[in-house]
């Protein structure tokens, strides 16, 4: 089973953003980068932008795919960790439409579901990216300030003007 993980102890009092899970590790997003800390004995490495591709230090989020992939959003591109080797992920090489990420959260089909600043909600799949915006969704406003999944396993974007959208598997409801 490992050896318990105690996170304060950890992050030693940095603000945590998100936190997740992967077969072997437990990955903690903070305010000063990212805490991949080993289950097995408790070991971690404190990933920043010092010494690792990941592109800002203030995350904003954090999720896991089913294949262990590890996705962080920071407010300067996306980060990815696919077991083997670190990615960064930005506008110059992929198809994201902004740095300026918000929020992330990963859903059972593998897809990647991304808030940005003002262009609205990603939706990444195999790398591919489709963009949700006012001019073609029901969002209300470019902005999304926070995704996350509910118990119902729908793909809710807080949006900055208040309103709330949510995305199940092939619809989008206001």
Not at 28 to 53: C, E, M, P, R
Not at 104 to 124: A, K, P
Not at 136 to 151: A, H, Q
Request: glycine share 8%; net charge negative; hydrophobic share 35%.
């Amino acid at each position: 089973a490992g050896t318990p993980v105690d996170i304060a102890k950890v992050t030693r009092g940095e603000k945590v953003i998100a936190q997740a899970e992967t077969k072997y590790h437990v990955w903690v997003a903070t305010d000063n980068g990212v805490y991949q800390v080993d289950k097995g004995n408790g070991k971690f490495i404190h990933l920043t932008t010092n010494n690792s591709v990941l592109p800002s230090n203030h995350t904003k989020g954090i999720c896991t795919t089913s294949d262990d992939n590890v996705f962080i959003a920071t407010d300067k591109g996306l980060f990815r960790f696919d077991g083997v080797s670190y990615l960064q992920l930005t506008t110059e090489n992929s198809y994201l439409p902004t740095n300026s990420l918000t929020g992330i959260v990963c859903d059972e089909r593998g897809r990647i579901f991304i808030g940005t600043q003002n262009h609205g909600l990603v939706m990444m799949e195999n790398y591919k990216c489709e963009t949700f915006n006012k001019s073609n969704s029901e969002l209300s406003t470019n902005t999304v300030i926070k995704v996350y999944m509910d118990e119902n396993g729908l793909i809710i974007a807080a949006l900055a003007n208040g309103d709330f959208t949510a995305m199940g598997s092939s619809t989008m409801i206001l």
